[in-house]
């Protein structure tokens, strides 16, 4: 199983990206999965969630400006990032969940680092002001 990310590069503020996590090695379509970034020095942090119904929930310091989707055909989950700030600037991580966790709790935002199974390899995200 593999999760790759992509997508991310060096933006000027204000400006957008948008990231992809392609899964392979079999089909997540039963899965939550999520986003997370880490900034130096800083843990890790959950940015949005999508569930395996397409419900979603985001970081209050997202929210308005970030949109998490998936395509259960292309296996991939997206993170659309418009308004970006300098502090949006981390590594950010795609993440799946085991297909038994509760969609309840996916969207109640409750969801862990540590309850997550499998991780890509992150993809940097650069801010500039």
């Known amino acids: 199983v593999q999760l790759q990310a992509s997508g991310g590069g060096l933006v000027q503020a204000g400006g957008s990206l948008s990231l992809s996590c392609a899964a392979s090695?079999?089909?997540?379509?039963?899965?939550?999965m999520g986003w997370f970034r880490q900034a130096p020095g800083k843990e890790r942090e959950l940015v949005a969630t999508i569930s395996r119904g397409g419900s979603t929930n985001y970081a209050d310091s997202v929210k308005g400006r970030f949109a998490i989707s998936r395509d259960h055909i292309k296996n991939t989950v997206y993170l659309q990032m418009n308004s970006l700030k300098p502090e949006d600037s981390a590594v950010y991580y795609c993440?799946?969940?085991?297909?038994?966790?509760?969609?309840?709790?996916?969207?109640?935002?409750?969801?862990?680092?540590?309850?997550?199974?499998?991780w890509g390899q992150g993809t940097q995200v650069t801010v500039s002001s």
């Open positions: 090695g079999r089909t997540f379509s039963n899965n939550g």
């Open positions: 993440a799946t969940l085991p297909a038994h966790y509760s969609d309840i709790s996916l969207q109640m935002g409750l969801s862990r680092a540590d309850e997550y199974d499998y």
